[in-house]
């Protein structure tokens, strides 16, 4: 249930509690409700969009705005961030890297078990197109943005290794809603979209995932590619597949118009 619509104290008991940061997003919410369904969620936003009920709102780059919505919290799906190119110095440096640290630091002081962490091809999106990234790859970023989020996977490296919480690296291809018509024509056209499509389904799917899996690979530190079927893998599916049991539900070939790569 969302923090707010509280369900009967022992189906409460019975699930765990799980954070979703940055719910007032594309993702967010198209996470926010199936989430609910599963586990105690609660929801954080910088924003508050007047729909959230039990949201709460606070600014990464204040070290105690996470404080209150980590308390008794197992989970922490962190999407909050600044999500495209930006000023380096004023925008994506408080958001994507002082607003993590200090996330990071509540987090282990608050107990949290795992933290999920949203990251992306733009970390990786450089190599030849012929290449398929896969989770031994080294960064490779294509913006500035891509590159604050090759750090993050590297901060949760040192914070699974110093404090032992669980840390998985969620690498998110292109999210596109077949239900907009704008996105529908990427979906039809684009050839990004035929090697990296992640679909509303696939979303849902693997990030429930990352909250249900009893461990994340052989020492609590796992990278996964979030994409639904491609025609050709422009991002290893295999370790989502081994690590979380991931199959996509949804396949570019439903709506590709054509299939060059």
């Given amino acids: 249930m969302v923090r707010g619509i509280l369900p009967p104290m022992s189906e409460n008991m019975a699930r765990k509690r799980v954070l979703l940061t940055g719910a007032s997003g594309r993702i967010g919410r198209t996470l926010a409700l199936p989430l609910a369904e599963k586990f105690d969620l609660r929801l954080f936003d910088k924003n508050d969009p007047g729909d959230m009920p039990g949201l709460f709102v606070g600014d990464l780059a204040d070290p105690d705005s996470l404080v209150s919505a980590l308390e008794g919290v197992e989970t922490v799906l962190h999407l909050a961030a600044q999500p495209t190119e930006a000023d380096f110095v004023s925008v994506l440096v408080p958001n994507n890297i002082v607003g993590l640290h200090y996330l990071f630091e509540n987090a282990v002081k608050a107990g949290v078990k795992r933290i999920v962490f949203a990251s992306t091809i ?140």
């Fill in 122 to 261: 733009q970390a990786f999106d450089n190599y030849p197109r012929d290449h398929t990234v896969t989770e031994t790859d080294m960064p490779r970023p294509i913006t500035l943005y891509g590159a604050t989020k090759a750090f993050g996977e590297t901060m949760g490296r040192w914070y699974c290794d110093k404090h032992g919480i669980e840390f998985l690296s969620v690498r998110i291809g292109w999210f596109l809603k077949p239900d907009e018509e704008g996105d529908l024509k990427h979906l039809r056209t684009n050839r990004g979209a035929r090697r990296m499509w992640l679909s509303p389904r696939d979303a849902v799917q693997i990030f429930t995932k990352s909250v249900e899996a009893p461990t994340i690979g052989k020492d609590g530190y796992g990278i996964v590619h979030a994409i639904s079927r491609p025609l050709f893998e422009r991002m290893s599916l295999t370790p989502a597949k081994s690590l979380l049991g991931y199959e996509p539900l949804d396949d570019i070939r439903e709506y590709a118009q054509d299939t060059g790569l």
